[in-house]
């Protein structure tokens, strides 16, 4: 096993009526003017905004909103953010939603706290040496930003998405009350959980470090999300597993599962970001339309991992060769997105790219990880085209 | 399932070689005169107080020490270091060692930090209102003090021995590397073992409110200590079974095992604390010797979570009654103490009290709690007398 670093200092408010807590928190950190950013109308519809509103007035803390985080966020709203916060001298950051508008305020945060423009971060030339405190309050389980060094932005020119990770971004607070999340599109309840499980599967799927513990406490939470996701596609009012689910997507994605490894694979992830750039499809769908072609491009590189995968994730039986079990393992992987309608193909997803577009996302890709990436197997441009081609 | 706080705020730095990283932390976390605490004279001789302080020298940080913190740490030596850290200005603490050194550390911490006398926290009568900032590099895989919010410690006037718990007490940072562990008596080891896993049992044996999430990574990190105690057994210098325990002990009683319960049961611990504070017995060997009693005598009033537990976490076979499977479990939990070492009744632990003995200790236990406590089944005085008769 690898040496790692572990640092979740968010605290993490969890149940009903939890953002009751809101201005408390907010003092406790030291907000004084506070800048509350929020993606599209969810949060106005549901009432939320106005209730966080009234919450922060009553505690006679200063404020002001920006809207507009939407799915991939975008650049130039995080420099809309960055001026407004300096013009009205905020001073702490309220992210209202889920990754979008969480990822968004960390780019804010980091905008404010560093000289120079933010996009330099993303763009792998400086590392940030601060950012603004930030709190959230989550209405998606899915990203695992309200508990995660990492947020993803994408630059308009060029369609570029790119990630940055500090533990500067880590939220001071989350507030996770389940409850808020019971009104998601099943859709979007579906990409949560394959987003939660794939953040885990990531980590899960190296070919170094690997600890027991780890391993261990990363099936139980996989093992978790699976059976909850199917309850939420027949009941989505079901308090328990809208808890389940928005626990484990904290857990998932703060580094937990990942302790003693090299870090993990994560190319899914890297090859699905190109798609997002391009496409601007849901994160968690565009995940799962390509991870059966990555699986099967890569488990022979990543045997071991993969049939204990197999057997200890979605209990396949344990009959036959290695490589039997192993690819029992990433079909039923395959079947469980379709039972929560998730699409396992580029088609299935919407989406049908030219060859000429493949060979574009392969390129933008390969750049984007600095050539070559990969720990279940290293993969380079060639290796990625050929994944995309077969996902299609 | 309950609403609950996570916050575990501690950074940690694992691995080979990590303690080189402490001049850096301690910077980091503002120290600039620290207190280096420790226990007896094993971090002498290993060599790893003067590495400690010749790091300290080497970058320019004061420091004053102070040794002495025994197994049930003693309120004396707590007294002695507040005065000390008063009269040197101390403004950062360094626990060395295994969790005497930390929790008597932590006390130290909130005795410099609050007005009064330091006891009246343990004694229920205040709560702490801040600590000075504390970090640790651990000697000892056992209490998970190192990441916890609490703290132990018996006044020598009627040996009342009493926990403590605030966020206030969790260490900045924990340094934890497994090779430090490696020259650990076996009987200490097996020790550790034990009480890192009563951490865990004692949250997952409740009658409320548990996540299916938690009781996931409750019983994955179960079988990984189980497993590894007996790998140290026969190998002492395994370096990753060291790991996989090291690392379980920090998580075992963090607060992760017990997210959504209604906080656990606790009465082992709270049984054996009368021992540890009449008799001076390490604490893992006190709790195997009493949890078999306890567990036989309370089984029924938290039969799904018995039977559970011996099935995912003993793995015992799914044949018979509830209770049957139950038992099984209860009895497997005392094969495996027999097996590494660890006593499963008072007289293996080498105690054998009179009846008044008994008697005075369910009394002073009842006292402790209040009277009753207990989430498996609510024990009162005479419940407590039962338990320790049987455990005889």
Known sequence: MFDFKYFTPTKVIFGKDSESKLTELIKEFGGTKVLIHYGGGSVVRSGLLKRVTDALDSAGIAYVTLGGAVPNPHLGLVYEGIELCKKEKVDFLLGLGGGSAIDSAKAIGYGVANEGDVWDFYDYKRTAKGALPLGVILTIAATGSEMSDSSVITK????????????????????????????????????????????????????????????????????????NAVILRDNPKDYDARAEVMWAGSLAHNGLTGCGSDGGDWMTHKLEHELGGLYDVAHGAGLAAIWGSWAR????????????????????????????????????????????????????????????????????????????????????????????????
């Open 156 to 227: 308009e020119d060029g369609l570029i998405k790119r990630g940055y990770s500090s533990d500067f971004g880590r939220p001071k607070f989350a507030i996770l009350n389940p409850e808020l999340t019971m009104t998601l599109p099943d859709y979007q309840t579906a990409c949560g959980c394959t987003d939660i499980m794939m953040h885990t599967m990531e980590r899960y799927f190296s070919n170094g470090g690997n600890m027991e513990i780890t391993d261990a406490l990363a099936e139980g939470l996989l093992r978790t999300v699976k059976k």
């Open 297 to 392: 491009y890569v488990f022979k590189d990543c045997l071991h991992r993969f049939k204990k995968f197999a057997l200890n994730v979605m209990e396949v039986e344990n009959k036959g060769t290695d490589e039997e079990i192993a690819l029992r393992g990433i079909e039923a992987v395959e079947d469980f997105y379709r039972s929560i309608g998730m699409p396992t193909n580029l088609r299935e997803l919407g989406v049908e790219p030219t060859e000429e577009e493949l060979k574009l996302m392969a390129k933008k890709c390969a750049i984007g990880v600095g050539g070559a990436k990969g720990s279940a197997k290293l993969l380079k441009e060639e290796d990625m085209l050929a994944i995309y081609r077969a996902s299609v």
